[in-house]
DNA sequence: TTATTAGATTAAAATCTTTATAAATAGTGT
DNA sequence: ACACTATTTATAAAGATTTTAATCTAATAA
């Protein structure tokens, strides 16, 4: 079902003139197929055994490369590792605070807010970025457990 | 001018029960003239001719103590260090894509976002976070000269 | 086809940010 | 003054990411 993502983003590395390389495919692969917002060393290690030889910096040279061409979005957030989340269309992310768990969640593009920022700020302004934090329903439940 | 937000912060302190030594005023001082927002190696670069023999863990201790009684906010960004802001009341940032400039801006608080996503997602929302992206004025200005 | 070359990968080391540890110091209350 | 606790310091350690240099691969040109 994400073929479709799959041959899209290969065409557009090969519109942007980056090679396609048996490591590339397989990142690319593995974030499309993830439905979550892997780190590096995530895809690092879940791609050892198909690429026992393959480096960590393999995986963070081609997320550079993926990112610089829009492919893929680097999502940083308190903890230590970046995320990257290959989703490209307009969504915002729900973040736990307890587990960490990032939920992707539609709304109505904020194009009022970039335009206010610019009247306000002076900037020339390209897209923005928002996160909700709270509680997932699974960790509210362990709350309501242990009470 | 910032003299009453000092006095502010440090009754804040005082309050938690948190003891105010030379460092931690310092540091706290230096949050709140500066209009930037500093990471902790500028923090403690700026401190170092005062306090000499100051640690760089001193700094990350003590922005750790202000962040948790709610003084300070931690900003994570692309960039690899976080940034500290000691400016509680609401607002959102601007970011320079180019020269990585943080600017502040007001716009009424995204209520509507919270409980969209909390009945979206299922979360408790408890907060949220925006930024956006662009070009600064100075960055325009030097694009512009450039052609 | 073969040689050349640019790009990509690998492995290792280096760097950078942040945290942990243990010893030294300073502050607080008795 | 004494004991107790919090804080600072210096250093080491951890973890994430980047850099380096060597090697390999794939595309191109002769």
Redesign the pocket.
Known sequence: MSDHRLKEALDTLKGSG??I????HAVLEYLINSMSHP???EIYKSLESK?P??????V??????FREIGLVREL?YGD???RFDCNTTDHYHAICDHCGKIVDFHYPSLDEVESLAEQVTGFDVSNHRMEVYGTCEECKDKETQKH
Do not use: G, H, K
Not at 21 to 24: L, Y
Not at 53 to 58: D, I, Q
């Open positions: 980056v090679r390389t048996p490591q590339r780190t590096a060393d690429f030889n393959m480096s960590v910096a393999t963070y040279n081609n997320l550079r490369v940083t230590s590792s970046s």
